[in-house]
Protein backbone atom coordinates (compact mmCIF):
# COMPACT_ATOMS: atom_id res chain seq x y z
CA UNK A 1 0.00 0.00 0.00
CA UNK A 2 2.91 2.27 0.47
CA UNK A 3 4.53 2.13 -2.84
CA UNK A 4 4.50 5.08 -5.29
CA UNK A 5 6.40 6.14 -8.43
CA UNK A 6 8.55 8.83 -9.83
CA UNK A 7 9.09 9.73 -13.40
CA UNK A 8 8.25 5.73 -14.34
CA UNK A 9 10.84 4.35 -11.51
CA UNK A 10 8.26 2.31 -8.96
CA UNK A 11 9.46 2.99 -5.16
CA UNK A 12 8.02 0.23 -2.64
CA UNK A 13 7.42 3.26 -0.05
CA UNK A 14 7.58 6.84 -0.02
CA UNK A 15 10.86 7.92 2.04
CA UNK A 16 14.29 8.74 0.30
CA UNK A 17 17.63 8.72 1.43
CA UNK A 18 18.36 13.17 0.74
CA UNK A 19 21.29 13.93 -0.55
CA UNK A 20 24.01 14.74 1.00
CA UNK A 21 23.31 12.30 4.04
CA UNK A 22 25.36 8.40 3.93
CA UNK A 23 25.86 9.03 0.59
CA UNK A 24 29.59 8.95 -0.44
CA UNK A 25 30.00 5.18 -0.55
CA UNK A 26 28.01 2.78 -2.67
CA UNK A 27 28.02 0.26 0.41
CA UNK A 28 26.46 2.95 2.25
CA UNK A 29 23.67 3.45 0.56
CA UNK A 30 23.22 -0.04 0.19
CA UNK A 31 22.95 -0.43 4.07
CA UNK A 32 20.40 2.35 3.92
CA UNK A 33 17.97 0.83 1.19
CA UNK A 34 18.38 -2.55 3.08
CA UNK A 35 17.33 -0.10 6.18
CA UNK A 36 14.02 0.30 4.44
CA UNK A 37 14.51 3.51 2.63
CA UNK A 38 11.95 3.44 -0.56
CA UNK A 39 14.79 5.13 -2.58
CA UNK A 40 18.23 6.78 -1.58
CA UNK A 41 20.11 9.07 -3.32
CA UNK A 42 24.32 10.02 -3.76
CA UNK A 43 25.98 12.66 -2.28
CA UNK A 44 26.20 15.19 -4.99
CA UNK A 45 28.68 14.30 -7.64
CA UNK A 46 30.45 16.96 -10.17
CA UNK A 47 32.85 16.37 -12.52
CA UNK A 48 36.27 16.91 -10.74
CA UNK A 49 37.24 15.61 -7.58
CA UNK A 50 36.53 18.59 -5.05
CA UNK A 51 37.71 19.62 -1.44
CA UNK A 52 34.63 20.91 0.07
CA UNK A 53 34.73 23.28 3.37
CA UNK A 54 37.30 22.77 6.22
CA UNK A 55 35.78 21.53 9.72
CA UNK A 56 33.53 22.26 11.02
CA UNK A 57 31.07 21.69 8.05
CA UNK A 58 27.78 20.26 10.26
CA UNK A 59 26.74 22.09 13.25
CA UNK A 60 23.41 20.95 15.05
CA UNK A 61 21.42 23.53 17.12
CA UNK A 62 17.82 23.43 19.35
CA UNK A 63 15.73 23.06 16.08
CA UNK A 64 17.97 21.39 13.67
CA UNK A 65 21.25 21.08 11.46
CA UNK A 66 23.27 23.47 9.51
CA UNK A 67 25.79 22.29 7.16
CA UNK A 68 28.51 23.84 4.94
CA UNK A 69 30.17 20.59 4.12
CA UNK A 70 30.74 22.29 0.19
CA UNK A 71 29.96 19.69 -1.99
CA UNK A 72 33.30 17.62 -1.70
CA UNK A 73 33.18 14.70 -3.33
CA UNK A 74 35.96 12.11 -4.98
CA UNK A 75 34.72 13.67 -9.05
CA UNK A 76 32.28 11.38 -11.44
CA UNK A 77 35.10 8.82 -12.53
CA UNK A 78 35.70 8.08 -8.78
CA UNK A 79 32.02 7.76 -8.00
CA UNK A 80 31.13 5.60 -10.59
CA UNK A 81 32.10 2.66 -8.67
CA UNK A 82 29.80 3.57 -5.43
CA UNK A 83 27.09 4.63 -7.93
CA UNK A 84 27.49 1.31 -9.73
CA UNK A 85 27.99 -1.08 -6.61
CA UNK A 86 24.65 0.51 -4.93
CA UNK A 87 22.63 -0.31 -8.16
CA UNK A 88 23.92 -3.63 -8.16
CA UNK A 89 23.54 -4.19 -4.53
CA UNK A 90 20.03 -1.99 -3.74
CA UNK A 91 16.95 -3.50 -3.03
CA UNK A 92 15.53 -0.07 -3.78
CA UNK A 93 16.03 2.78 -6.57
CA UNK A 94 19.54 4.51 -7.01
CA UNK A 95 19.47 8.70 -7.47
CA UNK A 96 22.86 10.04 -8.78
CA UNK A 97 22.76 13.72 -7.46
CA UNK A 98 24.82 15.91 -9.60
CA UNK A 99 26.24 19.43 -9.94
CA UNK A 100 28.65 21.86 -11.82
CA UNK A 101 29.39 25.45 -12.21
CA UNK A 102 28.37 25.46 -16.01
CA UNK A 103 26.00 24.74 -18.08
CA UNK A 104 28.07 22.55 -20.61
CA UNK A 105 29.77 21.19 -17.06
CA UNK A 106 26.06 19.97 -15.93
CA UNK A 107 25.58 18.02 -19.20
CA UNK A 108 29.21 16.37 -18.71
CA UNK A 109 28.54 15.10 -15.32
CA UNK A 110 24.92 13.70 -16.05
CA UNK A 111 26.55 12.22 -19.25
CA UNK A 112 29.42 10.55 -17.50
CA UNK A 113 27.15 9.47 -13.65
CA UNK A 114 24.59 7.71 -16.74
CA UNK A 115 27.15 4.92 -17.30
CA UNK A 116 26.44 3.82 -14.22
CA UNK A 117 22.84 3.60 -14.81
CA UNK A 118 21.04 5.29 -11.92
CA UNK A 119 17.42 4.80 -12.10
CA UNK A 120 16.81 8.71 -11.53
CA UNK A 121 19.58 11.64 -11.64
CA UNK A 122 18.84 14.52 -9.29
CA UNK A 123 20.13 18.04 -10.65
CA UNK A 124 21.18 19.88 -7.87
CA UNK A 125 21.44 23.66 -8.57
CA UNK A 126 20.46 24.54 -5.83
CA UNK A 127 23.43 24.86 -2.58
CA UNK A 128 23.30 27.81 -0.31
CA UNK A 129 26.56 27.22 0.43
CA UNK A 130 29.24 28.15 -2.06
CA UNK A 131 27.93 31.21 -3.28
CA UNK A 132 31.32 32.71 -2.87
CA UNK A 133 32.76 30.24 -5.30
CA UNK A 134 29.58 30.15 -7.37
CA UNK A 135 27.13 33.39 -7.04
CA UNK A 136 23.98 32.31 -6.67
CA UNK A 137 22.69 29.15 -7.47
CA UNK A 138 20.98 27.96 -10.54
CA UNK A 139 17.67 27.61 -8.76
CA UNK A 140 17.20 31.16 -8.20
CA UNK A 141 16.68 32.13 -11.55
CA UNK A 142 14.07 30.48 -13.97
CA UNK A 143 15.66 31.16 -17.09
CA UNK A 144 18.81 29.57 -16.02
CA UNK A 145 17.31 26.97 -14.05
CA UNK A 146 15.40 26.16 -17.54
CA UNK A 147 18.66 25.71 -19.34
CA UNK A 148 20.55 23.37 -17.18
CA UNK A 149 17.14 20.88 -17.25
CA UNK A 150 17.56 21.25 -21.15
CA UNK A 151 20.86 20.70 -20.86
CA UNK A 152 20.67 17.66 -18.80
CA UNK A 153 18.05 16.11 -20.56
CA UNK A 154 19.77 16.23 -23.64
CA UNK A 155 23.16 14.32 -22.31
CA UNK A 156 20.87 11.63 -20.84
CA UNK A 157 18.27 9.05 -21.00
CA UNK A 158 17.67 8.78 -17.89
CA UNK A 159 14.88 10.42 -15.98
CA UNK A 160 15.65 13.66 -13.91
CA UNK A 161 14.58 15.68 -10.94
CA UNK A 162 15.41 18.96 -10.59
CA UNK A 163 16.58 19.57 -6.94
CA UNK A 164 15.01 23.72 -6.11
CA UNK A 165 15.78 26.04 -3.58
CA UNK A 166 13.34 27.40 -1.09
CA UNK A 167 15.61 30.66 -1.04
CA UNK A 168 13.32 32.63 -3.98
CA UNK A 169 10.43 35.08 -3.51
CA UNK A 170 8.48 32.43 -5.04
CA UNK A 171 8.79 28.70 -5.98
CA UNK A 172 6.39 27.91 -8.66
CA UNK A 173 8.05 29.76 -11.57
CA UNK A 174 11.06 27.93 -11.06
CA UNK A 175 9.53 24.73 -11.20
CA UNK A 176 7.39 25.81 -14.55
CA UNK A 177 10.43 27.00 -16.60
CA UNK A 178 12.29 23.37 -15.18
CA UNK A 179 9.32 21.13 -16.17
CA UNK A 180 8.67 22.87 -19.43
CA UNK A 181 12.71 22.01 -20.23
CA UNK A 182 10.94 18.56 -19.54
CA UNK A 183 12.26 17.86 -16.09
CA UNK A 184 10.68 14.67 -15.15
CA UNK A 185 10.02 15.87 -11.68
CA UNK A 186 11.22 17.79 -8.66
CA UNK A 187 12.89 17.54 -5.57
CA UNK A 188 12.07 20.08 -2.94
CA UNK A 189 13.50 21.77 -0.99
CA UNK A 190 16.96 22.19 -0.51
CA UNK A 191 18.49 23.27 2.37
CA UNK A 192 17.08 26.96 3.37
CA UNK A 193 19.20 30.58 3.69
CA UNK A 194 22.23 30.21 4.33
CA UNK A 195 21.83 30.77 7.85
CA UNK A 196 24.56 30.88 10.79
CA UNK A 197 24.86 30.13 14.61
CA UNK A 198 27.39 31.74 16.47
CA UNK A 199 29.12 30.09 19.89
CA UNK A 200 29.06 32.43 22.48
CA UNK A 201 31.79 31.34 24.74
CA UNK A 202 34.13 31.45 21.43
CA UNK A 203 32.34 34.29 20.31
CA UNK A 204 32.63 33.25 16.61
CA UNK A 205 30.48 31.43 13.89
CA UNK A 206 30.44 27.89 14.46
CA UNK A 207 31.06 27.02 10.92
CA UNK A 208 34.39 27.31 9.54
CA UNK A 209 32.45 28.62 6.03
CA UNK A 210 30.64 30.99 8.68
CA UNK A 211 27.39 30.41 7.13
CA UNK A 212 25.66 26.72 5.72
CA UNK A 213 22.30 26.12 4.68
CA UNK A 214 19.32 25.20 7.16
CA UNK A 215 17.44 22.02 7.72
CA UNK A 216 15.48 19.90 9.85
CA UNK A 217 12.55 20.68 12.04
CA UNK A 218 12.67 23.97 11.90
CA UNK A 219 12.39 24.19 8.15
CA UNK A 220 9.33 21.62 7.59
CA UNK A 221 6.45 24.41 7.21
CA UNK A 222 8.76 26.32 4.77
CA UNK A 223 9.32 22.96 2.75
CA UNK A 224 5.33 21.86 2.81
CA UNK A 225 4.77 25.67 1.36
CA UNK A 226 7.13 25.03 -1.43
CA UNK A 227 5.70 21.80 -2.30
CA UNK A 228 2.29 23.17 -1.87
CA UNK A 229 3.15 25.69 -4.37
CA UNK A 230 4.69 23.31 -7.02
CA UNK A 231 1.74 21.18 -7.01
CA UNK A 232 -0.68 23.35 -7.71
CA UNK A 233 1.71 25.03 -10.67
CA UNK A 234 2.96 21.58 -12.44
CA UNK A 235 1.68 17.88 -12.72
CA UNK A 236 5.28 16.94 -11.90
CA UNK A 237 6.29 14.07 -9.19
CA UNK A 238 7.52 15.83 -6.24
CA UNK A 239 10.26 14.62 -3.87
CA UNK A 240 8.81 16.75 -0.78
CA UNK A 241 11.87 17.30 1.65
CA UNK A 242 12.48 19.57 4.92
CA UNK A 243 12.44 18.79 8.30
CA UNK A 244 10.58 15.03 7.58
CA UNK A 245 11.47 13.43 11.28
CA UNK A 246 8.54 10.75 11.70
CA UNK A 247 5.59 9.46 9.34
CA UNK A 248 3.01 12.54 10.35
CA UNK A 249 5.55 14.72 8.45
CA UNK A 250 5.78 12.71 5.79
CA UNK A 251 2.04 12.54 5.19
CA UNK A 252 2.09 16.35 5.79
CA UNK A 253 4.16 16.43 2.35
CA UNK A 254 2.41 13.74 0.98
CA UNK A 255 -1.40 15.70 1.46
CA UNK A 256 0.93 19.11 -0.04
CA UNK A 257 1.65 17.29 -3.37
CA UNK A 258 4.80 15.19 -2.90
CA UNK A 259 5.31 11.57 -4.29
CA UNK A 260 7.53 10.87 -2.23
CA UNK A 261 9.12 12.12 0.81
CA UNK A 262 12.70 12.72 1.68
CA UNK A 263 15.04 12.59 4.84
CA UNK A 264 18.11 13.68 5.82
CA UNK A 265 18.72 15.43 8.75
CA UNK A 266 15.65 12.58 10.36
CA UNK A 267 18.93 10.26 10.24
CA UNK A 268 20.35 12.52 12.99
CA UNK A 269 17.42 11.96 15.29
CA UNK A 270 16.08 8.55 14.49
CA UNK A 271 19.51 6.58 12.96
CA UNK A 272 18.95 4.54 9.88
CA UNK A 273 15.74 3.09 11.05
CA UNK A 274 13.86 6.03 10.29
CA UNK A 275 12.94 5.02 6.57
CA UNK A 276 11.45 1.79 7.95
CA UNK A 277 9.77 3.80 11.23
CA UNK A 278 8.39 6.49 9.07
CA UNK A 279 6.61 3.73 6.42
CA UNK A 280 5.08 1.95 9.06
CA UNK A 281 3.73 5.49 10.60
CA UNK A 282 2.48 6.98 7.19
CA UNK A 283 1.09 3.18 7.15
CA UNK A 284 -0.69 3.75 10.51
CA UNK A 285 -2.26 7.16 9.33
CA UNK A 286 -3.36 5.83 6.37
CA UNK A 287 -4.92 2.82 8.39
CA UNK A 288 -6.33 5.49 10.51
CA UNK A 289 -7.60 7.76 8.07
CA UNK A 290 -9.15 5.78 5.41
CA UNK A 291 -6.44 6.14 2.34
CA UNK A 292 -5.44 3.32 0.21
CA UNK A 293 -2.67 4.14 -0.99
CA UNK A 294 -0.27 7.08 -1.38
CA UNK A 295 -1.30 7.90 -4.78
CA UNK A 296 -5.10 8.83 -3.30
CA UNK A 297 -3.63 10.62 -0.27
CA UNK A 298 -1.65 12.98 -2.61
CA UNK A 299 -2.35 16.69 -2.72
CA UNK A 300 -5.69 16.47 -0.96
CA UNK A 301 -4.46 19.04 1.23
CA UNK A 302 -5.56 21.32 -2.14
CA UNK A 303 -9.26 20.20 -2.52
CA UNK A 304 -11.91 23.10 -1.32
CA UNK B 1 15.01 17.79 20.94
CA UNK B 2 18.45 15.82 20.52
CA UNK B 3 21.28 18.44 19.99
CA UNK B 4 25.20 18.40 19.94
CA UNK B 5 26.61 21.89 20.37
CA UNK B 6 29.69 22.57 20.66
CA UNK B 7 30.35 22.98 24.46
CA UNK B 8 33.56 26.17 24.91
CA UNK B 9 35.63 26.09 28.36
CA UNK B 10 39.30 27.14 29.33
CA UNK B 11 41.68 24.59 29.04
CA UNK B 12 43.04 23.53 32.53
CA UNK B 13 46.09 21.90 31.72
CA UNK B 14 48.67 21.52 28.90
CA UNK B 15 51.00 18.34 29.44
CA UNK B 16 53.75 17.36 26.67
CA UNK B 17 53.73 13.96 26.31
CA UNK B 18 56.66 14.04 24.53
CA UNK B 19 58.61 16.24 21.69
CA UNK B 20 55.48 16.05 19.54
CA UNK B 21 52.47 15.07 21.63
CA UNK B 22 50.60 17.25 23.65
CA UNK B 23 47.65 16.04 26.68
CA UNK B 24 45.04 18.67 27.14
CA UNK B 25 43.42 18.39 30.45
CA UNK B 26 39.46 20.02 30.15
CA UNK B 27 37.51 20.95 32.80
CA UNK B 28 34.05 19.01 32.49
CA UNK B 29 32.60 16.18 33.33
CA UNK B 30 32.18 14.46 30.17
CA UNK B 31 31.00 10.74 31.27
CA UNK B 32 33.24 9.19 28.80
CA UNK B 33 34.00 5.63 28.22
CA UNK B 34 37.87 4.35 26.90
CA UNK B 35 37.32 4.36 23.33
CA UNK B 36 34.57 7.27 22.41
CA UNK B 37 36.09 10.81 21.19
CA UNK B 38 35.42 13.75 21.14
CA UNK B 39 35.53 16.63 17.86
CA UNK B 40 37.88 19.22 18.86
CA UNK B 41 36.79 22.74 17.73
CA UNK B 42 39.96 25.24 17.63
CA UNK B 43 37.63 28.83 16.54
CA UNK B 44 39.57 29.97 13.77
CA UNK B 45 41.38 26.25 13.81
CA UNK B 46 39.18 23.73 12.45
CA UNK B 47 37.90 20.59 13.87
CA UNK B 48 38.97 17.22 13.67
CA UNK B 49 37.66 13.83 16.01
CA UNK B 50 40.30 12.73 18.82
CA UNK B 51 40.19 9.99 20.99
CA UNK B 52 39.33 10.72 24.97
CA UNK B 53 42.33 9.49 26.55
CA UNK B 54 41.38 10.02 29.78
CA UNK B 55 38.71 11.36 32.05
CA UNK B 56 38.34 11.51 35.84
CA UNK B 57 37.44 14.30 39.44
CA UNK B 58 35.06 16.21 36.83
CA UNK B 59 37.75 16.60 33.80
CA UNK B 60 38.91 14.67 31.05
CA UNK B 61 41.72 14.59 28.66
CA UNK B 62 43.01 14.37 24.82
CA UNK B 63 46.52 13.12 23.59
CA UNK B 64 47.66 14.96 20.02
CA UNK B 65 50.54 14.33 18.00
CA UNK B 66 51.47 17.03 15.95
CA UNK B 67 51.12 16.13 12.71
CA UNK B 68 49.53 18.26 9.88
CA UNK B 69 48.19 22.13 10.89
CA UNK B 70 45.15 21.81 12.98
CA UNK B 71 47.81 19.20 15.78
CA UNK B 72 50.50 21.97 15.44
CA UNK B 73 48.05 24.83 16.24
CA UNK B 74 47.30 22.02 18.83
CA UNK B 75 50.76 22.18 20.20
CA UNK B 76 50.63 25.50 20.45
CA UNK B 77 47.67 25.86 23.49
CA UNK B 78 48.49 27.06 26.91
CA UNK B 79 46.53 26.67 30.01
CA UNK B 80 43.82 29.13 30.27
CA UNK B 81 42.99 29.31 26.34
CA UNK B 82 39.20 28.41 24.80
CA UNK B 83 38.77 25.17 23.19
CA UNK B 84 35.69 23.64 22.25
CA UNK B 85 34.62 20.09 21.75
CA UNK B 86 31.34 18.12 21.24
CA UNK B 87 30.57 14.56 22.21
CA UNK B 88 31.73 12.06 23.28
CA UNK B 89 30.75 9.76 20.11
CA UNK B 90 31.25 6.79 19.40
CA UNK B 91 31.22 3.22 20.54
CA UNK B 92 33.42 2.37 23.59
CA UNK B 93 35.87 -0.77 24.44
CA UNK B 94 34.12 -3.22 26.96
CA UNK B 95 35.73 -5.25 29.53
CA UNK B 96 33.72 -8.44 30.19
CA UNK B 97 32.55 -8.63 34.18
CA UNK B 98 33.52 -12.47 34.69
CA UNK B 99 37.60 -11.49 32.75
CA UNK B 100 40.63 -11.16 35.16
CA UNK B 101 43.23 -11.02 32.81
CA UNK B 102 43.50 -8.29 30.28
CA UNK B 103 46.47 -7.12 27.32
CA UNK B 104 46.45 -3.97 25.65
CA UNK B 105 48.41 -3.54 22.41
CA UNK B 106 48.89 0.21 21.26
CA UNK B 107 50.92 1.29 18.53
CA UNK B 108 52.06 4.97 18.64
CA UNK B 109 49.55 7.39 19.69
CA UNK B 110 47.10 4.74 19.43
CA UNK B 111 47.74 4.42 23.47
CA UNK B 112 46.14 7.08 24.52
CA UNK B 113 42.52 5.42 24.77
CA UNK B 114 43.91 2.26 25.86
CA UNK B 115 46.33 4.32 28.64
CA UNK B 116 41.73 5.05 29.64
CA UNK B 117 41.13 1.65 29.68
CA UNK B 118 43.83 0.28 31.51
CA UNK B 119 43.27 2.77 34.18
CA UNK B 120 39.57 1.63 34.06
CA UNK B 121 40.33 -2.06 33.84
CA UNK B 122 42.97 -1.61 37.01
CA UNK B 123 40.37 0.33 39.16
CA UNK B 124 37.92 -2.51 38.75
CA UNK B 125 40.63 -5.22 39.97
CA UNK B 126 41.62 -6.81 36.33
CA UNK B 127 45.15 -7.45 35.50
CA UNK B 128 46.71 -5.83 32.89
CA UNK B 129 49.21 -6.52 30.88
CA UNK B 130 50.18 -3.07 28.46
CA UNK B 131 51.49 -3.71 25.63
CA UNK B 132 53.42 -0.45 24.03
CA UNK B 133 55.14 -0.37 20.56
CA UNK B 134 56.78 2.74 19.04
CA UNK B 135 59.29 3.48 16.75
CA UNK B 136 62.00 4.68 19.31
CA UNK B 137 62.30 5.25 23.16
CA UNK B 138 60.83 8.94 22.96
CA UNK B 139 57.67 8.06 21.24
CA UNK B 140 56.48 5.77 24.36
CA UNK B 141 53.69 7.67 25.93
CA UNK B 142 52.20 6.83 28.97
CA UNK B 143 54.58 4.92 30.68
CA UNK B 144 54.42 6.64 34.29
CA UNK B 145 50.87 6.79 34.13
CA UNK B 146 50.52 3.17 33.25
CA UNK B 147 53.25 2.04 35.98
CA UNK B 148 51.11 4.05 38.45
CA UNK B 149 47.60 2.36 37.38
CA UNK B 150 49.41 -1.54 38.17
CA UNK B 151 49.60 -2.29 35.00
CA UNK B 152 52.29 -4.61 33.55
CA UNK B 153 54.64 -2.27 30.95
CA UNK B 154 56.05 -4.11 28.05
CA UNK B 155 57.57 -2.14 25.92
CA UNK B 156 58.78 -2.46 22.90
CA UNK B 157 60.78 -0.53 19.76
CA UNK B 158 61.78 -0.58 15.88
CA UNK B 159 65.12 0.55 17.15
CA UNK B 160 65.22 -1.03 20.12
CA UNK B 161 66.14 2.06 22.47
CA UNK B 162 63.61 0.06 24.51
CA UNK B 163 62.61 -3.25 25.23
CA UNK B 164 63.08 -5.50 22.75
CA UNK B 165 63.30 -4.73 19.41
CA UNK B 166 60.43 -5.99 17.70
CA UNK B 167 56.59 -4.93 16.59
CA UNK B 168 53.88 -5.48 19.58
CA UNK B 169 52.08 -7.80 17.93
CA UNK B 170 55.09 -10.12 18.73
CA UNK B 171 55.10 -9.28 22.04
CA UNK B 172 51.18 -10.18 22.23
CA UNK B 173 51.87 -13.67 20.65
CA UNK B 174 54.78 -14.29 23.31
CA UNK B 175 52.17 -12.93 25.84
CA UNK B 176 49.18 -15.27 24.80
CA UNK B 177 51.66 -18.30 24.81
CA UNK B 178 52.17 -18.17 28.13
CA UNK B 179 49.88 -16.60 30.11
CA UNK B 180 45.83 -16.87 29.89
CA UNK B 181 44.46 -14.06 28.93
CA UNK B 182 40.66 -13.26 28.93
CA UNK B 183 40.41 -9.80 26.16
CA UNK B 184 42.69 -8.61 23.97
CA UNK B 185 42.07 -4.61 23.24
CA UNK B 186 44.10 -2.55 20.33
CA UNK B 187 44.73 0.72 19.07
CA UNK B 188 47.34 1.97 16.38
CA UNK B 189 48.41 1.53 13.39
CA UNK B 190 46.02 -0.73 11.35
CA UNK B 191 48.34 -2.81 10.12
CA UNK B 192 49.58 -3.76 13.26
CA UNK B 193 45.61 -4.26 14.40
CA UNK B 194 45.10 -6.69 12.15
CA UNK B 195 47.68 -8.51 13.42
CA UNK B 196 46.43 -8.10 17.13
CA UNK B 197 43.51 -9.62 15.84
CA UNK B 198 44.55 -12.93 13.89
CA UNK B 199 47.02 -13.41 16.73
CA UNK B 200 43.64 -13.17 19.13
CA UNK B 201 41.62 -15.20 16.95
CA UNK B 202 44.26 -17.84 16.42
CA UNK B 203 44.53 -18.27 20.33
CA UNK B 204 40.80 -18.03 20.76
CA UNK B 205 40.69 -15.04 22.45
CA UNK B 206 38.11 -12.12 21.58
CA UNK B 207 39.32 -8.49 20.56
CA UNK B 208 38.38 -5.36 20.43
CA UNK B 209 39.99 -2.39 17.94
CA UNK B 210 39.96 1.31 17.35
CA UNK B 211 38.84 1.62 13.61
CA UNK B 212 39.58 5.05 12.75
CA UNK B 213 38.14 6.65 9.51
CA UNK B 214 38.19 10.15 8.27
CA UNK B 215 35.46 11.64 9.98
CA UNK B 216 33.46 14.88 9.67
CA UNK B 217 30.16 15.33 11.60
CA UNK B 218 30.49 12.58 14.29
CA UNK B 219 27.37 12.11 14.64
CA UNK B 220 26.53 9.31 12.14
CA UNK B 221 24.87 11.92 9.33
CA UNK B 222 27.66 12.68 6.13
CA UNK B 223 28.59 9.03 5.93
CA UNK B 224 32.28 10.16 4.91
CA UNK B 225 33.60 7.48 7.69
CA UNK B 226 31.15 4.63 6.14
CA UNK B 227 33.61 1.28 5.48
CA UNK B 228 33.00 -1.40 2.72
CA UNK B 229 30.99 -3.51 2.16
CA UNK B 230 29.04 -3.45 5.48
CA UNK B 231 28.59 0.51 5.01
CA UNK B 232 28.71 1.08 8.86
CA UNK B 233 29.51 4.64 9.96
CA UNK B 234 32.89 4.23 12.02
CA UNK B 235 31.86 7.40 13.95
CA UNK B 236 28.58 5.78 15.33
CA UNK B 237 28.98 2.51 14.75
CA UNK B 238 32.73 2.17 15.49
CA UNK B 239 35.40 3.30 15.96
CA UNK B 240 35.52 0.64 18.63
CA UNK B 241 34.64 -2.75 16.92
CA UNK B 242 34.93 -6.51 17.89
CA UNK B 243 37.82 -8.23 15.56
CA UNK B 244 35.63 -10.85 14.27
CA UNK B 245 33.69 -7.91 12.72
CA UNK B 246 36.79 -6.03 11.79
CA UNK B 247 37.67 -9.03 9.80
CA UNK B 248 34.37 -9.12 7.76
CA UNK B 249 35.18 -5.37 6.70
CA UNK B 250 37.04 -5.39 3.33
CA UNK B 251 39.02 -2.17 3.66
CA UNK B 252 40.34 -3.21 7.03
CA UNK B 253 44.29 -3.09 6.87
CA UNK B 254 44.28 -2.28 3.25
CA UNK B 255 42.61 1.16 2.35
CA UNK B 256 40.45 3.93 3.07
CA UNK B 257 39.04 7.10 2.17
CA UNK B 258 39.86 10.57 2.44
CA UNK B 259 38.02 13.92 2.72
CA UNK B 260 36.62 14.13 -0.77
CA UNK B 261 35.55 10.42 -0.55
CA UNK B 262 38.69 9.00 -2.64
CA UNK B 263 40.16 5.96 -1.48
CA UNK B 264 43.94 5.33 -1.03
CA UNK B 265 45.56 2.42 0.52
CA UNK B 266 46.73 2.29 3.96
Redesign the interface.
Known sequence: MLSTELAGIKLPNPTVLAS??????G??????SKAGAGAVTT?SISLK????H??????????G?ANA?GL????AE??LL?IGYAVKNSPSPVIASIFASTITEFGKVAEAVSKAKPHLIEVNISCPNVDDEFGRPFACDPGIAAVVTKKVKKSTSIPILVKLSPNVPSIAPIAEAVAKEGADGITAINTVGPGMLI?V??A?P?L?NRVGGISG?AIKPLALKCIYDIYKSTKLPIIGTGGVTTGRDAVEMIMAGASATGI??G???R?IEIFSKVSEEIQGLMDKEGYNSIEEMRGVAHEE | MKNDEFIVVRLEGVHKESEDTTTLTIPYDLNSKPGQFVMLWLPGKGEKPISISGEKDGKFQITICAIGSFSEAVSKLRKGDKIGFRGPFGTHYTIPKESTSLAMVGGGYGSAPLAYLAEQAALGGKKVYFIEGARTKSRLLFSERMKISGAVLLTCTDDGSEGPKCYSPDVLKDLLENHKIDKVFSCGPEIMMKRVVEISQNAGIPSEISMERYMKCGIGVCGQCCVDELGLCMCKEGPIISGELALKIREFGSYTRGSTGKKSEL
Not at chain 1, 49 to 52: S, V
Not at chain 1, 57 to 63: E, K, M, P, Q, S
Request: a positive charge; proline letters at 6%; aromatic letters at 6%.
Open positions: GILGVTSSLTRVKERKGPTPVIATYAHMVSNAGETENEARVSPGTVYYG
